[in-house]
């Protein structure tokens, strides 16, 4: 073997002209040509919009707008998730808001220019892909070209001579390729083999995930619905739109497309860690639930767990939030049950302080037979410090020493006003304090059993021995998410497949010199610079050089190369791209 030339910068203009169809690009990704402006015509300046649209640019700077058009949707409060933080946003912002709205900044994600970026990267992705899938389909279709006239002028390069015939290194060269999984042909006086092909099908595979991914982002965003239930120990929920506390869904959402499904809350439990640092923190978190799906469904029992949601259909439960309700009783003057009810109230801290409302709407009359509501403030403490902590703070999330306190009104509670109201805050507006001996707001704090009778034979209220908990259920469906997920994956094996695969051709020429010995010339050319296509051609020349036996030393020393060269090394000095013949 005489010389291994891997050095020396790419060809130029000129050489490639030599190099003919072997020199050609080895991508689908399309030339970039001198801009041609149409002079007139309504078609020509089509075909130049057409042009821009899809070329790589353009599809980049319209992701990159898509991303910044994203920030201000998960920093401005959005219509279509709370209305409650966009309208204390125009309040207490009215000059701004007014500009928010203008430009659709509390709906982004549905406004107009959002929208028209969107479809924009849409049509640019796929103008962009067609053309080159084709392209590619041509070329897996298609045979290695043959080598160019002088293999000298490729980067990576190397020659020797042997006592082998022509058709003997051809053939070697043919099997030698096919086995390190070449695409190769016998093609005029050379072997040509190209490989790599995994490197376009990756980079097409990483675009077409790109369009799926839109879709389904769009499809879910169009789609998709999203509520929240409280739920009590003992009742059921069933998934229709009145049922849930709050809902919210897509502009293309419709009730009909609800998963019919409805499930009872049988037991929730929860256990927490009693010493250490992580005192307090939830150990075991899980609600047992019967569900059937559909009017006849049979019913069906599971657990939903933090994360593990239940799933039914399209239909996702999740398990959010968890709480307690005391089951409190109300009785007027002469001892009629009034209010009989597990009252949920909200976790204000980790150890589940609570507070709340508890409302007497019917059926009450005061000592006088009038009829009246009846409103308590409540606050509930699982674990109670004692008179001793100087709070009503809970000190553990368990029920180890559960107090509920409990401050009492009459009067017109304004539930008839068709104003909507909480249920966890009690409008004082038309209300008026139970006093005490002391003229004071009358409140007193519970014991499970215990009960406290109100002023003046106005009744009484009991705090039951039974605690019952509370669980919060988020039903999300969303349609498009795993579409999403396979296009993030496909997307993400893409790109490494373009960024980590090189494709590369070979060829080896074997021609019968002047003095009857065969001159054997191998080259490779790569898609850009890279260390892998010289050593992978000196590997390749090696293994080559092992099947096809030397030729002895030529007379003149001066003339000969190295007489045992290392196969696949670089034995000549060039300087400037010069090769030593």
Avoid at 133 to 148: I, N
Avoid at 212 to 236: H, I, P, R, T
Avoid at 265 to 275: P, S, V
Wanted: charge should be neutral; charged fraction near 20%; aromatic fraction near 8%.
């Amino acid at each position: 073997m005489s010389k291994t030339t891997a050095s020396g910068p790419a060809p130029s203009a000129a050489e490639n002209q030599d190099l003919g169809e072997a020199g050609a690009q080895l991508s689908t990704a399309p030339t970039e040509e001198p801009p041609h402006l149409p002079s007139l015509g309504v078609i020509g300046w089509a075909r130049w919009f057409w042009r821009q649209l899809t070329s790589m640019r353009v599809a980049l700077l319209l992701l990159l707008l898509l991303s910044l058009g994203a920030i201000p949707g998960s920093l401005i409060p959005q219509s279509g998730q709370d209305e409650t933080k966009v309208a204390d946003f125009r309040t207490n912002n009215p000059t701004l808001g007014d500009v928010y709205d203008k430009l659709g900044l509390f709906h982004v994600y549905s406004s107009v220019w959002f929208s028209a970026i969107y479809i924009l990267l849409f049509i640019s992705l796929i103008g962009c892909i067609v053309p080159r899938t084709w392209q590619f389909v041509g070329q897996l279709r298609g045979l290695p070209p043959g080598a160019p006239k002088r293999l000298t002028r490729l980067p990576a390069h190397t020659t020797w001579r042997t006592t082998a015939e022509p058709e003997q290194v051809h053939t070697a060269a043919l099997a030698l390729l096919k086995k390190r999984r070449f695409r190769a042909h016998l093609t005029g006086d050379s072997v040509a083999g190209e490989k790599g092909y995994l490197r376009e099908l990756g980079n097409l595979l990483f675009h077409v995930a790109l369009i799926v991914m839109l879709v389904a982002f769009a499809w879910g965003q169009l789609y998709k619905s999203e509520g929240n239930k409280l739920v009590v120990e003992g009742d059921g929920f069933s998934n229709t739109l009145t049922q849930y506390d709050d809902f919210k869904s897509g502009n293309l959402f419709t009730a009909d497309d609800l998963v019919p499904f409805s499930f009872n809350l049988k037991k929730f439990t929860g256990t927490y860690e009693r010493t250490g640092p992580n005192k307090g923190t939830p150990r075991t978190y899980q609600a047992a639930l019967d569900y059937s799906t559909g009017p006849y469904g049979k019913d069906q029992k599971d657990t939903v767990k933090v994360n593990h949601p239940l799933e039914i259909g399209d239909s996702k439960v999740y398990l959010v939030s968890h709480g307690y309700a005391p089951v409190i009783t109300v009785r007027d003057g002469k001892g009629e049950v009034v209010y009989d009810s597990a009252v949920p109230l909200l976790p204000l801290d980790a150890n589940v302080t609570s507070s709340g409302a508890v409302k007497v709407l019917d059926g009450y009359r005061n000592p006088q037979g009038k009829k009246e509501q009846l409103g308590f403030n409540a606050f509930f403490v699982p674990t109670f410090g004692g008179a001793a902590s100087g709070t009503m703070l809970s000190q553990f999330p368990a029920l180890d020493h559960p107090v509920l306190a409990l401050s009492a009104y009459h009067g017109d509670l304004g539930a008839d006003s068709g104003i909507p109201q909480s249920v966890y805050q009690m409008d004082k507006t038309n209300m008026k304090e139970f006093k005490d001996s002391k003229g004071k707001l009358f409140k007193k704090l519970l014991r499970p059993g215990e009960t406290m009778k109100l002023p003046n034979g106005a009744g009484s209220v009991t705090f039951g021995k039974d605690i019952k908990e509370w669980a919060g259920f988020q039903v999300v469906q969303a349609p498009g998410s795993g579409w999403a997920l396979g296009g993030a994956i496909a997307a993400i094996g893409g790109l490494a497949a373009s960024l980590f695969i090189q494709r590369r051709r070979v060829w080896v020429r074997a021609v019968q010199g002047a003095d009857g010995v065969t001159v054997v010339e191998m080259a490779g050319l790569g898609r850009s610079e890279s260390a892998k296509v010289p050593e992978e051609l000196g590997d390749l020349a090696g293994s080559l050089y092992d099947e096809t036996p030397a030729a002895p030393e030529a007379d003149d020393p001066a003339d000969s190369p190295d007489p045992d060269p290392e196969p696949g090394t670089d034995t000549s000095v060039p300087a400037e791209g010069a090769e030593k013949q």
